[in-house]
């Protein structure tokens, strides 16, 4: 298993502005995800974060938008670029690690609300 | 169409019920699914997990997997108000070394005293 730390657990953001979201695991990982839970919707992948190499974004996101960073084993931060209201959301940090495939564990999550 | 369909509800329910949550999906090339509980203001934790087509029991849940119509099912027995969540379906294929899961929207669980 993994405990993992999120940073803010909340906040409440001015449109326009940017806001950084730290996760810490306490065991080394390959690959860290980043997930955003929209009110109604599903668990949408953002990004895999790979330590030493680039992020890989899924589709409709974007590294201008979504930078991340990865610069170890244990730690990465998404910074959400330039908010709109539209950009209120749930983001959760995860890793895969356990029993079964796919199987992650997952931060508390950072609650951004844009105003 | 989505990859996975689930009803958000609430489903509200009275302590002791048979609680029956579902899924279906549209990709074929599954082959894991999973069942996440997620308590209000946590992130979510695996429950369930199931390979390919059948049952598994775990206590007083059980998944249920039929690929042949692309549905899943989490079964909870004498629900408990302390099964109060939202549950997300999840499935997943190889893809690159990794299985990263597709999640449903998730269906919040009300089982009241």
């Known amino acids: 298993s993994a405990v993992i730390s999120q940073k803010p657990s909340r906040d409440i953001c001015q449109r326009g502005t940017s806001l950084t979201i730290q996760c810490q695991v306490d065991?080394?990982?390959?690959?860290m995800f980043w997930y955003r839970q929209q009110p109604g919707q599903s668990l949408t992948l953002i990004a895999t974060?790979?330590?030493?190499?680039?992020?890989?974004?899924e589709s409709g996101f974007v590294i201008d938008k979504f930078p991340i960073s990865r610069p170890n084993l244990t730690f990465s931060t998404l910074t959400v670029s330039n908010m709109s209201p539209e950009d209120s959301s749930i983001y959760l940090c995860?890793?895969?690690?356990?029993?079964?495939?796919?199987?992650?564990?997952f931060g508390e999550g950072s609650r951004l609300t844009v105003l | 169409q989505k990859e996975v369909e689930q009803d958000p509800g609430p489903l509200s329910v009275p302590e002791g019920a048979i609680v029956s949550l579902n899924c279906t999906y549209s990709n074929s090339a599954f082959q894991y699914f999973m069942w996440y509980r997620q308590y209000s203001r946590k992130g979510p934790e695996l429950l369930m997990y199931?390979?390919?087509?059948g049952n598994k029991e775990d206590g007083r849940f059980t998944a249920q997997v039929d690929k042949s119509s692309k549905y899943i099912s989490l079964f909870i027995r004498d629900s408990q108000p302390s099964d109060s969540a939202t549950y997300l379906c999840?499935?997943?294929?190889?893809?690159?070394?990794?299985?990263?899961?597709?999640f449903g929207r998730g269906t919040s669980l009300i089982v009241h005293p």
């Open positions: 999840a499935m997943s294929s190889p893809s690159g070394g990794s299985y990263i899961p597709t």
């Open positions: 199931t390979y390919s087509s």
């Open positions: 065991s080394q990982v390959t690959m």
């Open positions: 995860s890793v895969e690690m356990g029993r079964a495939p796919g199987e992650l564990f």
């Open positions: 974060a790979n330590q030493g190499s680039e992020a890989t974004y």
